[in-house]
Structures are given as C-alpha cells and as structure tokens.
C-alpha cells in the first residue's frame, strides 16, 4: 500500500519474511505471529496447579534445612525442628491474609515490583524488583539442585554427576520455555496433582503408622552431614534454623503477579485460591516435618529426607517410594519452570520502564522474552556449578530477595490503606496500577498490611545475620550493586531521550562537501575498489600510508603512480612502528583545517575472505578506526569490502 | 618532502607521533625507534653464558626425573640411573658433533627450521617448527614450574602457592621480555657463571667427601612420590627412565640458532663454545647423577633431588646451600627467558613465509615480536595451572619436540652434504639459507648427520611410546594438528595475493550512482544527521522502517512528514518480530534491480553514548547489518556517527 502525503511517499509494506527453517526452527519451532499470543483464562483448581508448584515444592527441602542446622547441636535436638516449623505456619499464615488483600486492591496484578512503585517510589521498586530477580535465579538453582538430590537418593550412582544432571536439567527447561510454554493448564496440573496426590498419601501413610506404632526409624540412614564440631543451643542456631525454614514461604507471592489468569471474578478466584494453596502448604510442610522427626531422618548430601521419610512410610523402596521421589522431583522442575515465567516478565517490566537494556523488551520468534529466559538459565547454572548443585550451600542466598520484597509489597499496601483512609467515601483516586477507594475497613487492613510488612522485614534481618557468614552477604551486596545499575541505566535513557529530542532543534545546515582519505596497506583490487567508490563522494581524495619499511613504501609508491589515477598519495613514516596512530594524528590534522560545513569519511578498503576464521588473520583496521574516530564530530568511517573470489 | 611525479602527488612525511606516555610506558618503557635496533657480537666466554643457560639448567631436574621412574621398582633401582645417564652423555655426544658440521655449514644461523626448509621442502620444515615452538613452551613451563620446586624445597612453607609463583614468574619474565631484553651479554654471564660455579663447588664438595667417606646419606629425606603398587624392572621402564633423563638434551640446539650474535669467526667461535657447553653439562650431569645415587636421594614433590644432593653436600641449609638453590633457581628462570627469545623468533619466521599470522612479524614499540611473547607466556601459564606447577607431570610433554627437530635438521643436513658431494671441486651450488660447496669429507660428514638423525629418531620414538599414556599422545596430536593449520594458513594466504593481485586486472567501470538506504528506528537528532550526510551521496534516497508495533510506526510515520525533507520512507511489517530480516530481505530486492555500475550504500544512524559500557543498552544495528551483508558485492554499509551531548 502506497500513501502519498503531502511531503512524503510512505510505502507500507509486510515483510513476508518467514524465516528459513534452521536449526533454530527444530529446537525452538517455527516462529509465531504477532497475532498468534495466547488469551487465556484458568478456573481454581488449574490456577492452583499454574501457580502453586513454587510453594508446594519447597516443602521438599525446608524441613531438611532445618535439621541442617539443628544438626550442630547433635541429633537431639532435631525434635525442635516441630515448633520452628509452627513458627513458619504462622509466618505463612500472617503472609497469605496480606496478599489476600493485595489481590483484592490490585485486580490487574499486584507484584511487589508494582505495588511498591505505586505507592512508595521508585528507589523501593527498583529495591523490590533487584532482590526479586535474584531470588528467582536461586528458585531455578535450589529447585533443580533438590530435585537431582531426589534423583540421586533414588538412584545412588548419580551422585558423580549431579552438577551435570541439574545443568542438563536448568538448559532442558529453558528451551521448553524458549519455545514458549502453552499455559494450557493441563500441563502444570497434571505434575501438581500428581505430587499433590502422593505426598498427601505418603503422610497420611506415615501418620496412620506413626498413631498404630509401627512407623519405626530410617533404616541404615544415610552419613550425617558434617557441620564442624558440636555447638551449644543458642537463640543465633534457631533463629537460624527458623531462617533456613522459612524458605518453605518462597513462592507464596506467584499468584498475586498472575491475578489476570483467572477467571472472572479473577479478584475473589485468585484469593480463594492463595488460601487453599497455603492452607495445603502449611499443612504438608507440618506433617513432614513432623513424621521427620519421629523416623529420627538426618540431613545428608547423599540422601534427602523426604527420600529417607518416603522408604520409612512405605516400609522399602517399591512402587510407592519411586513414584514419590519422581513426583518430588518434577515438581520441583516445575518450580523452576515458574521462576522462567516470572524472571523475564519481572526482566522486561523493569526495561520497559528504562531500568533493564530495552532488548529484554523484545519477544522472540515464538513470542517469549528469549533473552531473559536465557541470562536466567546460564546465572543458575553458573551458581549450580559453583555450589557444586548442593541445596545447603545455596540456601544461605536464597529466600532474602523474597523477604525483602514481601516486606516492601506489604509496607506499599499499608500505605495505600492510609491514602484510602484520606478519601471521602465515594471518592477514588486513580493511579497507573489500580484504583484507589475509600474502604470503611481501611485501618484494619492497614494494620494487617503493616504487621505483614514488620514480620517479614524481621524475617529478613534474621536472614542477613543468621546466614551473613555462609552467603547472605553476597546477597546484600548485590542487590543494592543491581539497583544502583537499574538507576545508572535509566540515567542514561532519560540523557538519551534529552540528546535526541527534536524539540527546539535547528536542522544542521546542508554538509557542503567531502574530504575523502583512503588508508592503503598496499595496492591491490580491493584498494581500487575502495578508490573506484571514494570518487563518487568527492574529488577531493587522499590515500594514505603508514610506512614502517622505507623499501616496501617506495614499491607502494611506484605501483599507485601505475594505478592510482592522479589521487594524491601521503606517506607517513612511523619510526615507532605503529600502523593507527599517525594516521589518526593525520586526519585530526586535516580536521583541524576543515571547513564546518565539510564532512571527512575515510573510506578504508576491507577484503572478505571466504572463511570467517581467515578473518583471524587480517588485521580489522576499519574497526580500530572507526572506533578511535566515533567520537570525533563530522568524521565518518566506512569500510567498502571486497570480495575475495578465491581460485 | 613533496615528490611532484607524472601521474600523481606523492608527499611523504615523518609521523612525529612519539605515543603519549600510558599505563604501556610505565610497564614496558618508552617506545624506541626503528634505528635503535641493537648490533652486537659478543665472545666465546659471554656466548656460552647467553646460549647455554637452557641446556646447563636442566641438569636442575634431569636427574630427579630418571629416579621417579625408576621409582617404580624401588629405591634398590636408583643405581640405574647412572648408566643410563653415561648412554645420555653419549647421544649428547653425538648430537654435539652433528651439531657442530650444521654450524660450519650454516654461519647465517641453522636452526632446525631453516636447515629443514632449505634441504628437505616445506612440509618437513613446518614440522620442524610445530615441533619446536611446542617445546619452547614446554621449556617455559618446566624451567619455571623447577624453578618453583628449588624455592619450595628451600622455604617449604610457599608450596602451597606454588602455581601462583610460577605463574607470577612466567609474567615476570614476559614483562622483560616485553621491555626488551638487552642483549648485553652481562644479563647473562653473571646468573650463568653464578650457577656454573656454585655447581661445580657442590659436585666437587661432594666428591671429596665421598672419596673421604664423610658423605653419608640424606638427613631427614622427603617423602618419596607415590608411583602406584609396584613394578617388575623392565626394558620399557628402563627406556621410560631413559627418555624422561634425555630432557637434560633441551637447549643444546640454542647455539645453532644464535651463530650471527658471535665475534668473527663466527662459526669456529660458536663451534666451540658448543663444544664447551657440551662438555661442561654431560659433567655435572654425570656428576650430580652420581653423588644423587650415593647419598640415597629419593624423587619427591616436596623436595627436588638438588636440594637433598646440595645440604647433604654441604652438610646443612647454611649460607652455600642457600646460594646454590638461589643460582639453581636462577638459571631455570634464565632458561626460560631464552624460549621467549627463541620462541617468537620462530614464529615470526613462519609468519613471514607466510605460516602463520602475519601480525606475528610485526615488531611492537620495543623491537620486540610483542604478540608472540605474549601468546607464549599465557599458553605456559595454562599449561602451568593445568599441570598445577610440576615438573613430573609436564615432562612426558616435553622434550619430544626438541628430538623430532634434531632428527628433522640431521636428515636435512645429510641430505646436503650428498649434494655436496655430487658437485664437482670448486662448484657452489647458492640456497636461500646458505652456499653448498663440495667438501671433501662429505661421506663421514654424511655418516655422522645420518646417524645422529637415526639416534635421534629413536629417541623420540622411545619418548612418544613410552611417555605416551602420560602425556605424550597430546604433542603426537598437536605438532599434526599445528601442520595442518599452518598450511591452511598458508593457502589462505596464496589465494588472497592471486585475488588481490593487479596482473590481468581489469579496472572495473566508474561507479555511476548510489541508490542510499536509510534503516531508522525512530526519527531523532542521529537520524536527521544521517540524512544530512546521506544527500551528499545520491538524490537517490529511502528510508526505511521496520516495524513491530503499528501505533509506534504511525507516529513515525507522522514525525517524518515533519522532519524527513520529502524523502521515500518505507514501512516493513514484521509480523514475526525481526528486526534485520526483513530490512535485508528488502535490501535484497533493491539489489537484484541495480544496474551493475550502480552501488547501494547502506547509512545507518548510530549514537555514540559517553561511556562505553552504555553500549550494551543498544543493538548494533550497523554491525549486524554489515555482517549480514559483507559477502556481497556492490553494497557498502557505513553507520554516520552522531554523538550525544548528555546533560
């Protein structure tokens, strides 16, 4: 379609560019239109499977890590692992009534990265969103790391190559989300459900024992893990088993981000919803760490405890035990599927409001935001490799990114009660995320909010002593690191924006001519080419050489007289030996001397050469160039190639 | 200087850019100029202290490195090592006379590489050469990884760091290198003699206590290496023993190489000094494996044999045994600064016959070959960590090189002396390296090179089977391997002079127009520039788009009606979000319908941020671009800088 305007032609056109099939197209798929993006809502029952896998799965390492701890102490101390695991139900309980009300105020979506920038400013999202995306690095990397050591309790011999297996794993799942994962919810309910069903029988089973007697103990338990010599109790160990614990929480914030999947009443489904989830959380994470104890299991890297807890509950390692085990370790593969969901989204949200590159932005051939997805797998694997896939060793880092954003989401969503309050009934104040009303309970929320708010804060701070010497510290580091980047980015996009504006500019005048300066290395086709090219920017053209051999310098001369067609030659001497600075110095010479309305290009002639690798071989003297001189106003810097036609 | 020629203007000019001083000058010194190149010669006394440090300091390891083989067996073997060290003075015999004919007949210098090249073809002399710069960088890593073992075994307690000093060491030794070493002749004769003299002390000491039959036994020895269960004294271990011993032959060659550095005459001068060498290091190396033998010293990574040999000598760790570690250190360092001289030497003769990158012959702002010393000490460094510092286990590496290139030069020269000896009295026959002459004693002369090319084959032979679980198998792999580039290399650069070449050149036709394609992204200050820039060049012009959100290519539609001065601008949909596809894809179209005397020259716009790091928060679209479109003739892509202002 043609449109003639007034002052322009505007051609209109679609690319039908379908892009070859590549290996590309067979590991990813064929690329996806525009038009192709899924609109799709989901009831309770699937948006508990979507969203709840993060939570759920947690409960297969916290009562672990909990003993971890408490193991410093000696074995006896394991029985406190039953109220520090009441202390976390609490925790849960405090944390879901207040993303209960964060649902209800934000039906577009309430993530801590947008309910913070609402309502706190921009310093707390960017805090929110930095400890978020480093949280869900840690969710790829302790979810796929607890999910080998489920593999490796069921199939001992694996052991060797857990680092292996969970990098195979981390890179499986990112190019299942590169192709872009069908929310179809039959996908994530089956897996859910499945592990669901089985661990709710696996503790069942175990209870039902346990109350007839005839649970028993682990037999032949795995090797302690060792922890140094024997430490007293202390307030510091709980509080850091506590700490460890609550890492069972991580996850419990997914379904206020994904609040537009559900069905209507999207509000009131998603709300339902968190509370089943925590109250199924709360319950499972309990009954584990309760049979947990009472078998006497002992944390190990050889063997989980839930691995451990299941052979004890069914009396060996048969069916029963090997569908556990499985069940366990997809979901935790599907924990680690959702930190790929959340991880770009969170990415591009941060880059569409200039703090991110805007790249992250951009969504790929099958409609995902392929670049987040992949700087996310390759961070976790370098951590897997790193930690050795070992979940004690990462847990000191994980979960504080968490914390620090519940703490802010909550301490957003006190505030915004606050401003409710200041409403006269009937009043509404419309802000870019959600709309805010005069709610009659607005203290009450605001109290819950709060509480919500310090509680988790709390958390937070036990986090950073209690584990500051075994990681955290790389954690509190780096998220004020990440967010002074977030700023320094949008610094630079806001300068940008300013630098290229068109408001109150005056067009340049029209360039006048050209002063044209050919380096030559030597004279050959590829120099004529350069020369054949160069006359039809001006008349005015120099070739230039730098000479480090005074022999080879006059042959140079003799064969330009032969071709060079009347262009002035310059030779420079470099007695040090250096090829770009004295041309360099030359053409800021002559720049000197130029008029404004003159422009200089220096035409640099490039041979091709058939293979790339030849390009190894070749010094990229239009590159050093044109990066020495792109700073220089009224220089351009174009290389013509030459084809290198071979024999 | 302006030369007024017939055909063109040629000014010629002294580019005056003396570099400013830098980070480069502090470490590496002023730049010198071309004409301070160095010109000396030195005498008999000095060129034995410059040539001879490679092959005197392996006495430093030789020794210990029999004894860990015959380890194998148990102590009670030890005593082996001393006839197979009287057959190692005998091939060095050998090797010293056939060396000492290729000096006579080579005085403008005889390495392996030329002599191979010269009588044998280029394969031969490319294996020569792979095989050589191999083993430079094994002499580095073992000379410093030795080094290392001396100072460890005198200060035990640095052992734990012992990869961090050598590899500190190894970018010591570059750095001078890099500076430039002077070739003065007292750099070297003062560690060189040191060593001489402080060894000479020791082996005699030794001596006159064992002859008294005060010399006793090791006081407190290490513990020796583990080798395994133990093994039945065999041939292949007696040869294995034998192999690892030879590597006390490395460096023998150096004198061969270095002919032109001697006072005149030249070759009688350097024959000596050979023979001197020769003689001096088949004593101590006899000497040391001797007293080593009585004293009951055992191979050990925590002490080298030298320092059991040098305290029990000496009776303690007082002021001689210090010296003579310090002198024993120092000489290895020494050995391994003359592989930096050779090594890029070397290298850059393969480049200038066109082997290897031709960046390699370029000399940087110290005369020296900058690149190679720098590519010679981060390989050795690798090989240096990877090993983790020690000599037993870099050895079956080494050494196999220097013996494929003695075998390769003796073959070479036999071949000449039967040409020499199918000339007639009197005819000279001129090569590139040297003038054969009839010579009367051609046959022995032949016999001699002919067997020491045999010796020498089987010693490597010996090597390659022996060593070869060990670690010989990866210089059987790499020294093909190098071949094998090194000749694609070659071709490349074959095909790349015919391409260029000027013979049967047709000019081609003057360019007769542009037509200009403008890719912009939004319409701002860096496009409107582009623009400017673009109408210098063609009337000829369009824009073009692509477009991945329709609302945001409307509203550039809208701001080029403003700002876009009439010119064509087409809108590519991109349906499935590319970005250059479509442009090249349209690029293409626009290609198949140009005259052939017609160019498209692609202007792309391009920011310049004001840090470099702000680079990453943009596509580089120009290089993409250029990339994507290098291989094809008559399109030229150029991005038109535009540089931001900031705040």
């Known amino acids: 379609m043609i449109i003639e305007t007034e002052k322009s032609t505007v051609l209109r056109m679609e690319a039908n560019h379908h892009p070859a099939p590549s290996w590309r197209t067979w590991l990813l798929g064929r690329p996806l239109h525009t038009a192709d993006a899924p609109h799709q809502t989901v009831g309770r029952a699937v948006g508990l499977a979507v969203f709840a896998s993060d939570a759920l799965s947690s409960t297969a ?3 672990q890590e909990i003993l971890v701890v408490l193991a410093a102490v000696g074995m006896l101390a394991f ?3 039953i109220p ?7 925790l849960l309980t405090l944390v879901t009534i207040s993303y209960e009300q964060t649902i209800h105020a934000y039906p577009g979506g309430g993530g801590a990265y947008i309910v913070a920038r609402d309502n706190l400013g921009e310093l707390p999202a960017q805090t929110a969103g930095a400890a978020l995306l480093t949280d869900y690095i840690l969710t790829v990397a302790v979810s796929i790391s607890s999910g080998v050591a489920q593999i490796t309790s069921a199939v001992p011999v694996l052991i060797h190559w857990r680092v292996e297996i969970a990098v195979a794993i981390v890179l499986l799942v990112m190019m299942i989300n590169l192709r872009g994962v069908k929310e179809s919810g039959t996908t994530f309910a089956i897996p859910t459900y499945f592990f669901l069903v089985l661990m709710v029988i696996t503790v069942c089973v175990g209870m039902a024992r346990y109350l007839m007697g005839t649970l028993g103990t682990v ?11 024997l430490q007293a109790l202390s307030l510091f160990l709980i509080l850091h088993a506590f700490a460890n614990g609550t890492t069972a929480l991580t996850g419990v914030e997914a379904i206020s981000n994904g609040i537009t999947a559900f069905k209507e009443p999207k509000s009131r489904n998603a709300g339902i919803t968190l509370i089943w989830m925590s109250g199924i959380l709360g319950t499972l994470f309990l009954g584990i760490t309760f049979l947990t104890v009472q078998i006497g299991a002992v944390p190990s890297e050889l063997e989980t405890v839930i691995s451990q807890l299941t052979r004890t509950a069914y009396g060996g390692v048969g069916l029963p035990y090997l569908l556990t085990m499985a069940a366990t370790t997809l979901i935790l593969m599907m924990a680690a599927n959702t930190a790929f969901a959340d991880f770009p989204r969170l990415s591009a949200l941060h880059a569409g409001d200039g703090f991110l590159p805007r790249q992250l932005t951009f969504k790929g051939s099958r409609l995902v935001y392929s670049r987040g997805i992949v700087a996310l797998a390759l961070i976790a694997c370098l951590l897997i490799i790193f930690f050795k896939a070992s979940v004690t060793a990462l847990i000191p880092l994980y979960a504080i990114g968490v914390f620090l954003s519940f703490s802010l989401s909550q301490t957003g969503m006190a505030k915004r009660w606050w401003k409710s309050g200041h409403l006269a009934p009937g009043e509404e104040l419309h802000e870019p995320g959600s709309t805010v009303r005069y709610d009659a309970k607005w203290k009450m929320k605001m109290v819950v909010n709060g509480v919500g ?4 804060f709390i958390v937070m701070a036990v986090f950073a002593v209690t584990k500051f010497r075994e990681g955290a510290w790389i954690i509190i580091l780096l998220v004020p690191l990440l967010v002074t980047i977030f700023f320094r980015i949008h610094h630079h996009y806001r300068d940008l924006a300013h630098s290229l504006s068109l408001d109150d500019y005056l067009p340049p005048p029209r360039v006048r001519g050209q002063h044209v300066i050919i380096p030559i290395s030597g004279v050959h086709r590829g120099t004529l080419a350069a020369l054949n090219y160069a006359r039809t920017l001006s008349h005015d053209i120099t070739a230039v050489h730098v000479s480090i051999d005074a022999a080879a310098a ?4 003799e064969k330009w007289e032969i071709w060079g067609d009347g262009v002035r030659l310059v030779i420079l001497d470099s007695p040090y030996r250096l090829l770009h600075e004295p041309l360099i110095q030359y053409i800021d010479k002559i720049d000197a001397l130029r008029q ?5 290009t220096v035409v640099v002639p490039e041979f091709i050469p058939k293979s790339s690798w030849h390009n190894l071989l070749h010094t990229q003297a239009a590159f050093t160039l044109r990066m020495a001189l792109r700073s220089k106003p009224g220089i351009v810097v174009m290389n013509v190639p030459y084809q290198l036609a071979g024999r």
Chains 1, 2 share one sequence.
């Open 596 to 600: 404004p309305q003159d422009i200089i």
């Open 219 to 229: 037999s032949n338990p795995p090797p302690m893990l060792e922890r140094g010599h």
């Open 84 to 90: 520090i695991a009441i202390g976390i139900v609490v």
């Open 453 to 456: 708010a310090v509680a988790t």
């Open 554 to 557: 006059e042959q140079l001369r």
């Open 79 to 81: 029985h406190l692992a």
């Open 61 to 63: 390492y916290a009562t």
